[in-house]
């Protein structure tokens, strides 16, 4: 089988940009998997849970993310992106990942709450999809794509204190957040005004 030129500059265009060649993972050695190929750290949600909360109340993580909340990005990205990271760390599975979204959700509304930061549930919650999808033929493709976004917008809407064990609420609770920690969103938000507000 003759492999066309076209194929070649293909295959050098990604290894220029340090991309992975289709089919390479199949190549891996098996005695070096990924951390998602071998069993995951935690499979005791409750103990996940745990884990979760304790990475979220880390000084500089509950700023970053503080900082995030306060610009707009959803609860449910910064969820999302928080158990993705730890998927591919090899700490859960993705039955686990899912289970886990819920109570995460949860725990960093209760952070932005103690902090006095308005949230939204999803970044795409202040878009108007009417003004977005033009004509027709646009508003059928999304039709047929956004099934899975509506899923994860549903979702979000049911986020429940229930999803949480006692234990771990009390811990929600209980925790306090570092003046410093306010003083910075505080700071970054003053920062980003624009030079219209400033001027006023």
Do not use: C, H
């Not at 979760?52 to 610009?71: D, G, M, Q, R, Y």
């Not at 099934?147 to 994860?152: E, G, I, V």
């Not at 306090?176 to 920062?191: G, K, M, N």
Request: proline fraction near 6%.
């Amino acid at each position: 089988m003759a492999v066309s030129e076209k194929a070649i500059n293909f295959m050098q265009g990604n290894m220029e940009r340090g991309k992975a060649i289709p089919g390479q993972s199949l190549t891996n050695s098996p005695e070096t998997p990924y951390r998602w190929e071998q069993p995951a750290e935690f499979t005791n949600p409750k103990e996940a849970m745990l884990y979760v909360f304790e990475n979220l109340t880390v000084p500089e993580t509950t700023s970053n993310i503080l900082l995030s909340l306060s610009k707009g990005i959803g609860v449910l990205d910064i969820a999302s992106i928080t158990l993705y990271t730890g998927f591919t760390e090899g700490k859960w599975n993705p039955d686990l990942m899912m289970l886990l979204m819920e109570p995460t959700m949860y725990m960093i509304m209760a952070l932005a709450e103690k902090a006095e930061i308005k949230y939204v549930m999803d970044s795409g919650d202040d878009e108007n999809e009417e003004e977005i999808l033009g004509d027709r033929a646009v508003e059928e493709i999304e039709k047929s794509i956004g099934s899975l976004d509506n899923m994860r917008k549903q979702a979000a809407q049911r986020v429940s204190p229930q999803s949480v064990p006692q234990e771990v609420r009390e811990i929600i609770e209980e925790t306090e957040i570092a003046p410093s920690i306010l003083q910075r969103v505080e700071q970054e938000q003053e920062q980003n005004q624009s030079l219209l507000a400033r001027e006023e």
